[in-house]
């Protein structure tokens, strides 16, 4: 390896630094330092738009559309881009950028994978931000292993955190996923980074979700919702009214709750759909949902509240394609299996929130008045809420009633 190639790798432990300690009051730093992508649903899971020279790490599965959002990023940045790419050629990113409208002067496309030829192009352009387009394919020359391998992996990534912040640019780094749904490599280079971001959704679907798992400079498990289009991703402004517009009427087993994603409300229908078997061992299907966390509510509704699940297949869904994963969402679960149970249907306007406990107490959840806020907003009339939250509700527009356990709850929707 050259001088030329690696001079920040090249240090020695005695060498004599170039930087001084300094007084933190001496830093200079406002919030208008943020770079501002007007995708005001990325801004928000970036914690206020991008933080110039941090690194922020995206992963998703093939197709979901990360590198959509990146070379639409890109043509927003009033600033020079850097768009590295090492999956594909000038002309396919050309096709996708005319086919997005994204044809700003200011991105420079680069097809290069040697880490030392993309520091060269970074110190003499200086762009805004960097985006590396996977950095799977990223290798250093002085390594034996293949480009994709753990350690190129770790080093590349390493030496483009170290360039960042050096240079003071902003750079993103696009990452595949395992079947298991990590991201590919080894777990460091998320600890190494400033932001770790991740698109869900299915590719057959038309609404992505894209969270926030890791931020230095924002709040984790933030949320960003879009809209896939023939003209790219589309922020969805009202997800909660996008989530619950084919939501079907009068029929069992459908319910709505409230689950907090980052600082903002989403409400979300529940389904369920029991039927009876013959198996031996009764089937327990979820989508969206934790698997062990519904088997331990329909246990619950069979022991406490003498439903005969255990010769009833159960379905749990997320309709929309979120998962949730806070437990503000189980009373709404065994509000909708025991729907779905009895054939008989939840009023549309009410909405359930609340933890189940395994005695079938429904306990407090957090950020109530928000949950019920945006209730309002979407028309909901009656929303059923834990007795342990019911200090906390100030004046409402809509009914608000507070159970102790699952059998009030279910006594109260069930005789409306």
Request: aromatic share 4%.
């Amino acid at each position: 390896m050259t001088n030329d190639k690696c001079q920040m790798s090249n240090k020695s432990p005695n060498s004599k630094s170039q930087t001084k300690p300094i007084n933190i009051k001496d830093i200079e730093y406002n919030s208008e330092h943020r770079i501002k992508t007007t995708l005001d649903e990325l801004d928000r899971v970036l914690g206020g738009g991008i933080v110039p020279g941090s690194v922020v790490l995206v992963g998703g599965d093939p197709g979901i559309g990360k590198s959509t959002l990146m070379l639409q990023l890109a043509n927003l940045i009033k600033g020079p881009v850097l768009y590295v790419s090492g999956e594909e050629s000038a002309k396919q990113v050309r096709m996708r950028a005319e086919r997005l409208g994204a044809l700003s002067k200011n991105i420079k496309f680069f097809p290069e994978t040697n880490i030392f030829e993309i520091e060269k192009v970074m110190v003499s352009l200086k762009p805004t931000i960097t985006i590396i387009d996977s950095i799977q394919t990223i290798y250093r020359e002085d390594l034996t292993s293949s480009a994709g391998s753990v350690s190129q992996v770790r080093e590349t990534g390493a030496y483009l955190v170290q360039l960042a912040k050096t240079l003071h640019v902003a750079t993103f780094l696009v990452g595949h996923v395992t079947k298991d749904g990590n991201l590919a490599g080894p777990r460091v280079l998320e600890h190494m980074v400033d932001t770790v971001l991740y698109f869900e959704g299915e590719r057959h679907r038309q609404y992505r979700l894209l969270r926030g798992v890791k931020n230095r400079f924002g709040s984790v498990h933030e949320v960003g919702i879009f809209e896939m289009k023939k003209e790219g991703l589309v922020p969805v402004a009202n997800p909660s009214e996008v989530f619950l517009s084919e939501r079907p009427e009068g029929q069992p087993g459908s319910v709505v709750t409230s689950i907090i994603e980052g600082s903002r409300p989403l409400l979300l229908e529940i389904q369920a759909l029991v039927s009876f078997t013959k198996m031996t061992i009764p089937r327990r299907t979820t989508v969206g949902l934790d698997y062990n966390r519904v088997s331990m509510i329909a246990a619950i509704l069979e022991n406490r509240l003498n439903m005969k699940l255990s010769s009833q297949d159960i379905y749990v869904n997320v309709a929309g394609g979120v998962k949730i994963t806070e437990p503000a969402a189980d009373l709404a679960v065994a509000a909708a299996i025991a729907s779905s149970y009895k054939k008989k249907v939840i009023p549309p306007d009410t909405l359930l929130i609340g933890e189940v406990g395994l005695t079938s107490e429904v306990r407090a959840v957090s950020q109530i008045e928000a949950r019920i806020q945006e209730a309002e907003k979407l028309g909901f009339k009656k929303i059923i809420i834990p007795k342990g939250n019911s200090s906390q509700i100030k004046k409402s527009k809509i009914e608000v009633v507070a159970v102790s356990n699952i059998k009030e709850a279910l006594e109260i929707i069930f005789s409306a």
